[in-house]
C-alpha cells in the first residue's frame, strides 16, 4: 500500500467457507420469512476485531498472530437498533474476546487510531433491516456451524454500487503447530 494513499481499514476474521455458506443459509431464512433490508454479498461477511477508518500506513505488521487456533461457532440473531444492523453472534469465546483485545492493543501501541468501542462479537447479515411484526428473530433456525480462527486478516473497505465492498489486503502469519481443535461441524 502507497503511505500517500488513503484507505478505509478495519482488522477482521474471514469466515471459513462452510461457515460462509451457513451464513448465506442465514441470510435466506431471514428472507424467506420476510425480513428486508440491505443484505451485505456472500463474499462481504466478516467479523470486525477492531475498525481503523482512514489511515495513511500499511498496518499489516499489527496483524496480531493466532498462537493457538480455536473454534467460534454459530449461535444466534441480534439487532443493533441504533446502527440499524441485523447481525448473526458467535457462541462467547475467551480466546475470540483475547485476540480482539491483542489486535487493539497492538494498533494503540503504534499509535494508530481505531473505534474504542467494546468489542462485540458479530457478523452483519443485513443494514437497515425490517423485521416484520409477528416474526421473532429467536424463532429463525441459526444453522449450526463452526470454523477454526487460525489467522487475522486487514481489509480495506472501498464504495461500491451496493455499499461498501471488503477486501483482504494481508493476513497474520497461521501457526505452524497442528491444532487438536475440529469444527464441530461442516454446516
Not at 423485521?131 to 480495506?156: F, K, T
Request: glycine share 6%; aromatic share 6%; with cysteine.
Amino acid at each position: 500500500m502507497m503511505e500517500n494513499n488513503r484507505m478505509r481499514l478495519f482488522v477482521g476474521l474471514e469466515p471459513s467457507p462452510a461457515f460462509r455458506e451457513a451464513l448465506a443459509e442465514l441470510q435466506g431464512r431471514l428472507r424467506a420469512a420476510g425480513v428486508a433490508g440491505r443484505y451485505l454479498e456472500i463474499g462481504n461477511l466478516h467479523m470486525t476485531l477492531a475498525f481503523i477508518g482512514m489511515w495513511t500506513e500499511d498496518a499489516a505488521a499489527l496483524l496480531p498472530t493466532v498462537g493457538e487456533p480455536f473454534p467460534i461457532t454459530l449461535s444466534c440473531l441480534g439487532v443493533f437498533p441504533k446502527a440499524k444492523v441485523l447481525w448473526a453472534g458467535v457462541d462467547p469465546s475467551e480466546a475470540l474476546n483475547a485476540l480482539a483485545e491483542q489486535a487493539r492493543r497492538s494498533l494503540a501501541e503504534a499509535d494508530v487510531p481505531f473505534d474504542p468501542q467494546p468489542f462485540n462479537p458479530h457478523i452483519t447479515l443485513a443494514r437497515k433491516p425490517v423485521i416484520p411484526d409477528g416474526i421473532n428473530l429467536s424463532q429463525i433456525e441459526v444453522p449450526r456451524a463452526a470454523m477454526l480462527v487460525n489467522d487475522v486478516c486487514l481489509y480495506r473497505s472501498e464504495p461500491g454500487e451496493n455499499g461498501a465492498n471488503y477486501s483482504v489486503i494481508a493476513r497474520s502469519p497461521r501457526p505452524t503447530a497442528a491444532s487438536p481443535f475440529v469444527p464441530l461441524c461442516q454446516n
